[in-house]
């Protein structure tokens, strides 16, 4: 069994995430989307941010990590949460304008832009 991360250590890494978060809602900003939800928890899963732009929604994950290569680590188990709250999301929006549902990575490492990774996976994937 792995150790826990010490207090301070973990207090950093949960300020890291919430700062990464933060970055990548103004990055969708700046390249034309609104921000629908940030942080939605649902029964089945939770999202970092629901964007939208058009008749496009994504659902976006961010990945904060000290090297990009670790930040790419989203397993088959993660994504299938991650879909489950969409569907949920989605349920409750009766939005005849969305055209496209999308599942998007944002891949967030100190002293590197921000890599945004369209369509990352798919939700039959």
Sequence with gaps: MAA????????AAQR?????EHAARLLLRFKGY????CDL???VGEIDIV???GAVVAFVEVKSRARVP???SLSPIQRRRIVRAAEAFLSR???????CVRFDLMLMAPWRWPRHIRD??????
């Design 4 to 11: 826990r991360p010490h207090p301070d250590r973990r207090r």
């Design 16 to 20: 890291f995430g919430r700062l990464a």
């Design 34 to 37: 609104s921000i629908l939800a």
């Design 41 to 43: 928890r649902t029964p």
């Design 51 to 53: 964007a939208r732009r």
């Design 70 to 72: 670790d930040a790419d």
């Design 93 to 99: 929006q009766q939005d005849p304008r969305i055209e």
């Design 120 to 125: 990352a996976w798919r939700a039959d994937d």
